[in-house]
């Protein structure tokens, strides 16, 4: 145990490990409500790396995770090594690039099992969805965050991202909301509170 911590907080690894807690935070938040996990959706240029068709936050997650596990893996092997000085150097600088290539083609391998799990890529909101009631499904909303679950006839129900402006009664998980307006350079729609009886 002792020898897998000082792997996992020794140079390369410690580099990793960061990334590690900071992918693992962020899911944390996720799970509870307090972050979005599509909000880097379009932010980062994955799609330029061969890691478009999934949501940014998952591609980098794979990646991340994969490249901690090779990382620490071969900290250990390395550890097992007596080369000394510059040669010891050189060879943790070959396993932290070996680790990010493994993370980089573990996330590609995941983007290639989607598109043949679903060719097709999934329908992006529309704004023929304004004037729609939706349930909210984050722990808040406002004009940087939210998602919420929209009917659509003839299909399942749609996933969408919301924002509200402030000032309005806030919402929550489970709360009714009306979609009143879509912003086409965010790809979310503006939401306002709606009673149970209107919907």
Request: glycine content about 10%; proline content about 7%; some cysteine.
């Amino acid at each position: 145990m002792r020898e897998f911590t000082t792997a996992a907080t020794g140079f390369p690894t410690l580099l990793l490990t960061a990334a590690l807690v900071v992918v693992v935070a962020f899911w944390l938040l996720a799970l509870v409500g307090a972050a979005d996990r599509d909000a880097f959706d379009g932010d980062l240029p994955l799609t330029a790396l061969g890691l478009g068709g999934v949501p940014a936050a998952v591609a980098v997650s794979v990646l991340v995770l994969t490249s901690w596990l090779t990382g620490v893996t071969g900290t250990l092997a390395l550890h097992r090594l007596t080369a000394p000085g510059l040669s010891r150097t050189l060879l943790s600088l070959a396993v932290l690039a070996l680790a990010l290539l493994a993370g980089h083609q573990s996330a590609r391998l995941l983007v290639r099992l989607r598109r043949r799990v679903r060719p097709h890529p999934q329908e992006p909101a529309r704004p023929d969805l304004v004037g729609r009631t939706c349930t909210i499904r984050t722990g808040r909303v406002d004009d940087g965050f939210g998602r919420a679950e929209v009917a659509v006839r003839g299909a399942a129900p749609a996933v969408v991202r919301v924002r509200q402006l402030g000032g309005e009664p806030p919402l929550g998980r489970g709360s009714r909301a009306l979609l009143y307006a879509y912003d086409d350079s965010g790809g979310f729609f503006w939401v306002t509170p709606q009673p149970l009886a209107a919907a």
